[in-house]
């Protein structure tokens, strides 16, 4: 069983940064492919990033490309958001997923193990 623990959340005006991070339990975490989700309040969890095993390819949502970015530590068994440019439609509970030798990252379904989620609130 691989626990995820996410942290970074907070409260942060509109334009702002902030760096998520999610640590694993888990020593094979570089096994894993590792993405990140978010859920607002009434809307479904959508695919935010993802990042692969090595050689650590990145994928995004289309609605992040170019402020947010993925990448992981595998010595440390931590996978990071770093979030540039925030607005209010990034307001969500983040979540961090992991997904054993995954390849196909952007459906939820597809992960086997979440984290408790981090709160990101953006003001306007």
């Known amino acids: 069983q691989v626990q995820l623990v996410e942290s970074g959340g907070g409260l942060v005006q509109a334009g702002g940064s902030l760096r998520l991070s999610c640590a694993a339990s888990e020593r094979t975490f570089s096994y894993y492919a590792m993405g990140w989700f978010r859920q607002a309040p009434g809307k479904e969890r959508e695919f935010v990033a993802a990042?692969?095993?090595?050689?650590?390819?990145?994928h995004y949502a289309d609605s992040v490309k170019g402020r947010f970015t993925v990448s992981r530590d595998d010595a440390k068994n931590t996978v990071y958001l770093e979030m540039k440019g925030l607005g209010p439609d990034d307001t969500a509970v983040y979540y961090c997923?992991?997904?054993?030798?995954?390849?196909?990252?952007?459906?939820?379904?597809?992960?086997?193990?979440w984290g408790q989620g981090t709160q990101v609130t953006v003001s306007s």
């Open positions: 997923a992991a997904d054993l030798y995954g390849t196909k990252l952007v459906m939820a379904s597809d992960y086997d193990y």
């Open positions: 990042i692969t095993m090595r050689p650590h390819r990145s």
